[in-house]
């Protein structure tokens, strides 16, 4: 219906693909929230989970989005998998297409996995569940629904503050801003930046506080140490938290009605101080909830289980 074969990323999604994602998975919201949380949407579908690199979040999202709407869900890890063992890449996607799942969801440490993947395995919908630092779109699905949810996502200013050079999430965002109508700000010191940032066409600064008034939402992204390769980004732990560090002052500087959001793992007192990740502003635990609906719909679509079954 919407011509989704794959989700490598928001570059190339349309616009009303997003919407049409985001309005399914806001009608699948529901169906967590019932004493019987289970759909037979996806009966006789099989999706595998095919993980990488570590996560809690967005595998087990997967997990329960594939189950709660009766689809068989596989889950494979990489200290489990057979490329422990000297297998490739390639040969692991093609052993798994050749049981004839309907969607493999991947996360890899290499930028562009699923889209290379995807030119062997024909028969096999791909979805990008965190490719290095290049792209998350299932998160930013997740983080448009809260706010959605929450009011609405257009014309707000969305301020991202951390580690955006490691960050696929904030590059996500930033082109899904140019696409639904929404701004990007940055906040994070030089070292963290990604080289060529104007590129983006956002505001950045090096300096919180100054990008504090004017914010909708506060995104505060975890400094993602298993990728820094400089080992100076920052002077210490205290130091960036004072800098870049999300505390109550700051919360009472953007001023009522701004809201706090992190795409987890949080490092508490690192970049986000402990009593504002549990404040009446956060809407960490909401992007969870949301992020099991938003997947729920891209399952769906990729199984073409949305036209009725016909794919
Ligand atoms: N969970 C997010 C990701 O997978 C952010 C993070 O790991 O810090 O990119």
């Known amino acids: 219906m919407m011509g989704l074969r794959h989700l490598f990323g928001i570059a190339g999604l349309e616009k009303e693909q997003m919407e049409y994602l985001l309005n399914l998975g806001e009608s699948f919201v529901d169906v967590s929230r019932r004493p019987i949380r289970k759909a037979p949407t996806l ?9 990488f690199e570590n996560s ?10 594939g ?28 052993t798994l297409a050749a049981m004839q799942p309907h969607v493999l969801v991947i996360r890899h440490s290499v930028a ?7 030119e062997y395995l024909t028969n096999t919908a791909i979805v990008n569940a965190g490719d290095g630092a290049h792209e998350h779109p299932t998160q930013v699905l ?7 949810m929450a009011g609405g996502y257009e014309g707000k200013v969305v301020t991202m503050v951390g580690d955006i050079s490691h960050s696929r999430v904030a590059r996500s965002h ?13 906040v994070a010191p030089k070292t963290l930046l990604p080289s060529q940032v104007e590129r983006y066409g956002c505001e950045v600064t090096h300096d919180f506080d100054e990008a504090i008034p004017g914010s909708d939402v506060l995104y ?4 993602q140490s298993e990728r820094l390769t400089d080992s100076c980004a920052f002077p210490s732990i205290r130091e960036y938290h004072e800098a870049y560090g999300l505390n109550r002052k700051r919360l009472a500087a953007a001023g009522e009605g701004c809201l706090v959001m992190h795409p987890g793992p949080m490092n508490r007192g690192v ?11 956060s809407r960490i635990l909401n992007q969870v909830e949301n992020g099991v609906a938003v997947r729920m719909a891209v399952l769906t679509a990729l199984c073409g289980a949305d036209t009725g079954g016909e794919e």
């Not at 809690?56 to 989005?65: K, L, P, V, Y």
């Not at 801003?177 to 700000?185: I, N, P, S, T, W």
């Open 43 to 51: 009966r006789g579908k099989t999706v595998i989970n095919l993980f």
């Open 67 to 94: 189950k709660r709407l009766s689809a068989d869900v596989i889950n494979i890890s990489a200290s489990t998998s057979a490329t422990k063992k000297g297998e490739s890449l390639l040969d692991t996607g093609q």
């Open 56 to 65: 809690t979040r967005t595998r087990t999202s997967f997990e329960i989005a």
């Open 174 to 186: 930033l082109l899904a801003a140019k696409l639904m109508g929404y701004q990007v700000r940055l």
């Open 220 to 223: 505060m992204l975890r400094v």
């Open 271 to 281: 970049e986000i101080a402990t009593d504002v990740a549990d404040s009446a502003s």
């Open 112 to 118: 562009g996995t699923c889209e290379f993947l995807s």
């Open 142 to 148: 997740t983080d448009l629904l809260t706010l959605k």
